[in-house]
């Protein structure tokens, strides 16, 4: 089974610039799609972005044009780059494995971004 190591999260302003990783461990990592999501205080966790085991790529309207997913199949590491921050983007970030549509129920640490002047 696929674990998942979130990282690159912390304090910054906002207009400011973060660039979040993801490190895959435990299967055949290019097999896989993978998403972000991010959850607020008092919010239901969302889904903001995902990168397919194809290369399609999808955004939530409220993170496109200004965040980024990508992914290195031979480090096993999807990453997304945030710009252009705002005190709303401030959440833990998840990422999750899924296939055939289905995400994982089992989640990592995550990583705290907060945005905040």
């Known amino acids: 089974q696929v674990q998942v190591v979130e990282s690159g999260g912390g304090l910054v302003q906002p207009g400011g610039s973060l660039r979040l990783s993801c490190k895959a461990s435990?299967?055949?990592?290019?097999?896989?799609?993978m998403g972000w999501y991010r959850q607020a205080p008092g919010k239901q966790r969302e889904l903001v972005a995902v990168?397919?085991?194809?290369?399609?790529?999808n955004y939530a309207d409220s993170v496109k044009d200004r965040f980024t997913i990508s992914r290195d199949n031979a480090k096993d590491t999807v990453y997304l780059q945030l710009n252009s921050l705002k005190p709303e983007d401030t959440a833990v970030y998840y990422c999750?494995?899924?296939?055939?549509?289905?995400?994982?129920?089992?989640w990592g640490q995550g990583t705290q971004v907060t945005v905040s002047s």
């Open positions: 990168i397919t085991s194809g290369g399609s790529i």
């Open positions: 435990g299967s055949i990592f290019s097999f896989y799609d």
């Open positions: 999750n494995v899924g296939v055939r549509g289905r995400w994982s129920d089992r």
